[in-house]
């Protein structure tokens, strides 16, 4: 029965596995455990931020591309010399993206295009910044890849591939906000030189969709698959029963899971989290907790201690405060554009400034929304929540 277990959860409704892991079975661990330290949980959260994608994510890109390349190179005139890779819009897809293709296609002649561009104060000056960016790339090889007849043919020649890991960039939605999406969408369809891999969110894919039917120039997609717990149990797993270091100190933090119940465990939080990397990865921090024991009677890390052990608790999601509708929408907004500056926030909702600070101000405190220099984001491990309250308020979203 207890094979069986991991089976069983994947069967059960995500609501049901919610109450399962915040009811009364899951009470003792939170009341016997104490919350990691921030110092702690800084130098976790870096180690996290330093794994490479997990590796089904960099199967179904690499496999995927070369597919579809493959596909390209043998029929160009017939086969699309696109890819579309669709992920979560709090996953950092972008970064997916390159580390899975960054020393794949070595017999490519690769290029990645606005990687770190960021929007310029003037939102509408993005479509002049990709005509910049694009041309000179495009204008490369002016060679159109040869109908294969041989494997000679198709040995000797070496593709060209553009690669933009995020289109989210690329584009405000605003007025004359999607200029430079639809000039992208043009220049592929038009360059019969090159191959194009383009990454995207779910929301963003939805919303060009609606404004300029993106989808009908830039095929096939490729939807990333959802994490399973085993796939996440792998991701993870080599930050589990090891020692990591705290920066500021000699002290070292052990991780260990609970053998009975981890096919449990990671199950649950896959379903969780929707599958989403990133959401789980919060998730998976939030539950980890120290022995009380381990602590002063202040509830502090004695001076001296040079080692802890960490435990994994059952993991559930962050409660969401009842939100306003301006909330709703401003948290849309940043959901379909990954992260914004505070001022193209209003720029895209059509508000003032002033208006939205003090509700973005309450968002921050209570850490829905996070802050990275000027760019403000959702905190991956609300995306759950905010999923299905922005769905069953009719909000146009994508993919879970």
Partial sequence: MANQLPRLVQLL?????????????????????????????????????????????????????????????????????????????????????????QDYLLDCDVNFVLSNYRRSANALDIADHMRQELVPEAAQKQTTPPVARSSSELHDYRPSVIVIPSLEPCFLRCIRGWQGIEYLQNRVVEDATHFWVLGCNHWAWAFLDKVCQISAYLEPTLLLPELTGEALSQWLHPLLNREIECDDESLTVRIAADDDD?????????????????????????????????????????????????????????????????????????????????????????????????????????DIIQRGGQQLAVHPAHYPRLYSELSNNNFLIGQA
């Fill in 262 to 366: 981890d096919d449990l465990y990671w199950e649950a939080l896959a379903k969780l989290a929707n599958g989403s990397a990133a959401a789980a990865a919060q998730l998976w921090l939030r539950s980890l907790q120290l022995d009380a024991n381990q602590l002063t009677d202040d509830q502090t890390v004695p001076i001296d201690a040079q080692t802890l052990d960490v435990v994994m608790a059952k993991p559930v999601l962050p409660s969401l405060s009842n939100l306003e509708t301006l909330d709703r929408y401003l948290l849309h907004t940043l959901l379909l554009h990954g992260q914004l500056t505070r001022s193209h926030l209003a720029l895209s909702m059509g508000e003032n400034e002033r208006i939205l600070r003090s509700r973005m101000q309450v968002l921050e405190r209570e």
């Fill in 13 to 101: 409704p995500k609501w049901l596995v919610e109450r399962w892991f915040t009811s009364s079975a899951g009470a003792e661990t939170q009341d016997h455990g104490a919350a990691v330290p921030p110092k702690i949980m800084s130098a976790l959260t870096q180690q996290v931020n330093a794994l490479p994608p997990p590796l089904l994510y960099e199967k179904a890109i690499q496999q995927t591309v070369r597919e579809a390349l493959k596909a390209w190179q043998t029929s160009p005139e017939t086969a699309s010399n696109c890819l579309v890779i669709l992920g979560s819009p709090v996953d950092a897809l972008a970064q997916i993206v390159e580390d899975s293709l």
